[in-house]
């Protein structure tokens, strides 16, 4: 059973970073597919960063060139910096995981396995 479990939320001003953690169980001898995504009040889910086994990455136009997505494969740990973080980046993150998606994506319907989520919040 995959069950990711986010940490590293809190709040930050403006221009501050961040870095996310997601701490997964299993071992998958298949492609997989995981990726970050967040929700703010009032809005719907999007995609923020995924990363495929195939290592190809992808980000929401919205935090390219300022959110990062890694994995440390040995240590289970799925990772998101946030570097120049604006007001609106504040949302609750969420950590999911695919384990059929062929290819690298943000479309929320690859993903099967969803944590709990992490509060960030972003003051100016």
């Known amino acids: 059973q995959v069950q990711p479990v986010e940490s590293g939320g809190g709040s930050v001003q403006a221009g501050g970073s961040l870095r996310l953690s997601c701490a997964y169980v299993g071992d998958w001898n298949r492609n997989y597919l995981m990726g970050w995504f967040r929700q703010a009040p009032g809005k719907e889910r999007e995609g923020v960063a995924a990363?495929?086994?195939?290592?190809?990455?992808t980000y929401a136009d919205s935090v390219e060139g300022r959110f990062t997505i890694s994995q440390d494969s040995a240590k289970k740990n799925l990772y998101l910096q946030m570097n120049s973080l604006k007001p609106e980046d504040s949302a609750i993150y969420y950590c999911a995981v695919s384990l059929r998606a062929p290819d690298c994506s943000l479309s929320p319907g690859w993903f099967d396995f969803w944590g709990q989520g992490t509060q960030v919040t972003v003051s100016s």
């Open positions: 990363i495929h086994s195939k290592r190809s990455t």
